[in-house]
């Protein structure tokens, strides 16, 4: 029914930056939430950043004045734009959408199949 693509992952230097893509397409009547999260190597899934249908933001304190949060409501894509990133960003970032379906408008959760970024030092 609706589908995430992500994109924008890879391997960045510690300082570097980065910038995520999670693009989505379906049966979608409209999106509700955006946003990201991440799951490092023997941890549990947490949220980064999250933002609503009329652009306010929330962000995990770790990555505030870092990450920014963005969407392009036209186009149902979400964007993390991430700076002076560290090995302890170091995770797999997952997008996440609510989103109400066509015709039933049901509200539907879905995930992304998540895009690895890695921090060296």
């Known amino acids: 029914q609706v589908q995430l693509v992500e994109s924008g992952g890879g391997l960045v230097q510690a300082g570097g930056y980065l910038r995520l893509s999670c693009a989505a397409s379906?049966?979608?009547?409209?999106?509700?939430?955006m946003a990201w999260y991440r799951q490092a190597p023997g941890k549990q899934r947490e949220m980064v950043a999250t933002i609503t249908s009329i652009g306010s933001t929330n962000y995990a304190d770790s990555v505030k004045d870092r990450f920014a949060i963005s969407r392009d409501t036209a186009k149902n894509t979400v964007y993390l734009q991430m700076s002076s990133l560290k090995p302890e960003h170091t995770a797999v970032y997952y997008c996440?959408?609510?989103?109400?379906?066509?015709?039933?408008?049901?509200?539907?959760?879905?995930w992304g199949q998540g895009t690895l970024v890695t921090v060296s030092s």
């Open positions: 379906g049966s979608i009547d409209s999106i509700n939430t």
């Open positions: 996440n959408v609510k989103t109400r379906v066509r015709v039933t408008l049901r509200l539907l959760e879905v």
